[in-house]
Antibody, heavy 120, light 107 residues
């Protein structure tokens, strides 16, 4: 059974750095073709893909945020970490991690999401 | 960046009705790189359709997707109570982008 779960702070202050962790089970980075993505959704708004890390360690980020984003992984712990610097109230959103496979770009499994509010 | 425009923004319908949701892309995408998701309040999106027309595991057959080029649709043949939700399309032909969503609400 594939599961993903996000964890991290619910509240961060403007200019601070956000660190979120995605802990997953039911698959591993040892499997060729596995990708773990980060996607966010501001309250009442649409989804936005942030970036991903692949089974082979390759990383990709959305162009608009690439200077602020870092995605890393701890394969032994089945975790993927998202770091976003210089947080702004506009970054208030529910942050999801989601899996896809190299065979298809759709996201077949999602975490429950974690709401991050940026406020002083 | 490929922009996806969904219409209508809100669709009011009754249980048992057939409804069709539209997703238009700003440039042509391969029909194998379009997905549809259902999202209910407080929940993560759930994959319904990938490859424009392939139902994901667990998706009821009343959901069908079709389209090509820049025009794609999701049809629910007979709305059930559990289908009232927001639906998003997603393209993965050129990285990833999502439409702004269509809310299906009770008439």
């Amino acid at each position: 059974q594939v599961t993903l779960k996000e964890s991290g702070p619910a509240l961060v202050k403007p200019t601070q750095t956000l660190t979120l962790t995605c802990t997953f089970s039911g698959f591993s980075f040892n499997t060729s073709g596995v990708r773990v993505n980060w996607i966010r959704q501001p309250p009442g708004k649409a989804l936005e893909w942030l970036g991903r890390i692949d089974w082979d360690g390759d990383k990709h980020y959305t162009t608009s945020l690439q200077t602020r984003l870092t995605i890393s992984r701890d394969t032994s712990k089945s975790q993927v970490v998202l770091t976003m610097t210089d947080m702004d109230p506009m970054d208030t959103a529910t942050y999801y991690c989601a899996r896809n496979l190299i065979t298809d770009g759709s996201f077949d499994y999602w975490g429950q999401g974690t709401l991050v509010t940026v406020s002083s | 960046e490929i922009v996806l425009t969904q219409s209508p923004a809100t669709l009011s319908a009754s249980p048992g009705e057939k409804v069709t949701l539209s997703c238009r892309a700003s440039e042509a995408i391969s029909d194998t790189y379009l997905a549809w998701y259902q999202q209910k309040p407080g929940q993560a999106p759930r994959l319904l359709i990938y490859g424009a027309s392939t139902r994901a595991t667990g998706t009821p057959p009343r959901f069908s997707g079709r389209g090509s080029g820049t025009e794609f649709t999701l049809t629910i043949s007979s709305l059930q109570a559990e289908d009232f939700a927001v639906y998003y399309c997603q393209q993965y032909y050129n990285w990833h982008s999502f439409g702004q969503g269509t809310k299906v609400e009770t008439k």
